[in-house]
């Protein structure tokens, strides 16, 4: 699908593209920063910020059949998280065809340039098979040097009060789980699993050394991932809760598009609204946002 692209398609700058046989958008930026975004899904599938690596797990198993959801980047997960509901696990929209509605590049801007690329989707007949709401939602994806916002915006237009829960479903890569640490969640209510009683997280930082899956209420701060060098802080703003999952090994065996170590290099840490459903009124608008920022060690 050809896009808005007001400032035309020069070399080495952002473009329309394919991935793995994926529609995709390359937002590039002259310091050398990049992130693709395909269109099956608006699924951010890399981010490399200036003068650093892949951020992204993508597993080298995934699936680019544009039939399955992708295993990595960041999967838009709506109307529904997981099994909370009567919708396929994780809802729909990882799965469709959103429409790019537009991209562009501001390489000249302040410290290093922006660019940015913006995602649709609507209630169409299969949606409202599944869903019987009118919806429009749009995710747009901006770039700048060290930073990535991911912003999932959620529009109303029917008559009566839209309610969905929603993540992004973000797969950070990291070199060896074993060694990361995440701070920030302390003092937040972590959901027990499978019941709606929660204990507060004590732990001054979070580290996996097990299969994790858990949903922490209301966290009130950005959170730092740390990685040997590496460090990123993961800010959002709209979702108020955060989801932390790494299957471990036994369950990662049984995932057929993960590789059997993968489990070691992916920590997903999803800004999502899962304890309390989003609630939008007729003719309102509701956005969630995650912003990733480098941290790195010089
Ligand atoms: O967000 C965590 C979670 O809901 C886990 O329970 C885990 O199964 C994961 O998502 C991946 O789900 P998927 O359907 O992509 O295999």
Known sequence: MSAKNPLGNTPNTSANTQFHGLDAVRLTLPDGSTAVISAFGAQVLSWVPAGGGERLYL???ADFSGKAPIRGGVPVIFPQFAERGPLPRHGFAR????????????PEAEEGGFACAVYSLQADEATRALWPHDFKAELTVA??????????EVENPGSEALEFTCALHTYLRVKEVENATLT??????????????????SGPELMVEDEVDDVYLNVPRPLLLKDGRQA??????????????NPWETKCAGL???????????????SAA????????????WWGRQTLVTLDAA
């Open 232 to 245: 990123l802080a993961i800010a959002s703003e709209g979702f108020t809760d955060v989801v932390v999952w």
């Open 59 to 61: 597993s080298p198993k």
């Open 274 to 285: 899962v304890g309390k459903p989003v609630s939008v009124a007729p003719g309102e608008a």
């Open 95 to 106: 799965t469709a065809a959103w429409a790019l509605e537009e991209w562009r590049e501001q």
């Open 143 to 152: 770039l700048t040097r060290d930073r990535l916002d991911i912003e999932l």
């Open 256 to 270: 057929p598009d993960m590789p059997a170590n993968g489990f070691r290099h992916m920590l997903c840490v999803e």
């Open 184 to 201: 920030g969640l302390h003092g937040s209510r972590r959901l027990l699993p499978g019941s709606q009683e929660t204990k507060i997280e």
